[in-house]
């Protein structure tokens, strides 16, 4: 498997999917499958559907993808 790539090294391709992580001192605190995006009007990070779709007992609920990426490995 390949090794974590700091996003201070290098950044990915505009558009490749990759696993991105939140990564303090060796240690993993989140991770997700991530697009990172780049053009005129700005850079980041997006997911396939910015919300994912859950229940509670109120009825549907979005959860939204909030993690600060600081490491970034190519798919497998």
Do not use: C
Not at 5 to 19: F, N, T, Y
Not at 22 to 51: M, P, R
């Amino acid at each position: 498997m390949s090794e974590w790539i700091s996003v201070e090294d290098r950044l990915p391709d505009s558009g490749q999917k990759v696993v991105g992580a939140n990564i303090l001192n060796g240690e993993i605190f989140d991770y997700a499958t991530v697009y990172y995006f780049s053009s005129k009007h700005g850079a980041g990070w997006d997911v396939e559907d910015s919300a994912y779709a859950a229940e509670n007992h109120d009825g549907p609920a979005s959860v939204y993808l909030d993690i600060d990426i600081t490491h970034w490995m190519p798919l497998p």
